[in-house]
């Protein structure tokens, strides 16, 4: 699966941005999908997922409670919808699908494919 992910921009704090991404290919609601951040100089962290019918969902204590992820499986999109935007949330941001059911869901190694990042910029 091919995943695209956009969205990202530049916004003041408290301001909202939604980010998505799309997924080409077969299965899409095979995957669990996620999103992952990345800061300058550091490793890749763990934002949120999606479970497979998306009746699951899972958050970051940093974003829960600001941020809300969905997937559209006909549309074999998953959105990010993240609201109360803070400084601290000045990342690249990267979706990603994991086919396995076992593990955990944040952890970036189990996942099977990455779109390319989008980056959100957060303004004091």
């Known amino acids: 699966v091919q995943l695209q992910a956009y969205g990202g921009g530049l916004v003041q704090a408290g301001g909202s941005l939604r980010l998505s991404c799309v997924a080409s290919?077969?299965?899409?609601?095979?995957?669990?999908m996620g999103w992952f951040r990345e800061f300058p100089g550091k490793e890749r962290e763990f934002v949120s997922a999606?479970?497979?019918?998306?009746?699951?969902?899972f958050y970051a204590d940093a974003v829960q409670g600001r941020f809300t992820i969905s997937r559209d499986n006909a549309e074999k999109t998953v959105t990010l919808r993240m609201n109360s935007l803070k400084v601290e949330d000045t990342a690249v941001y990267y979706c990603?699908?994991?086919?396995?059911?076992?593990?955990?869901?944040?952890?970036?190694?189990?996942?099977?494919?990455w779109g390319r990042g989008t980056l959100v910029t957060v303004s004091s």
């Open positions: 990603g699908a994991r086919l396995r059911l076992d593990g955990s869901y944040d952890r970036e190694s189990e996942y099977d494919y």
């Open positions: 999606i479970s497979r019918e998306g009746d699951s969902t």
């Open positions: 290919g077969r299965s899409f609601n095979k995957y669990i």
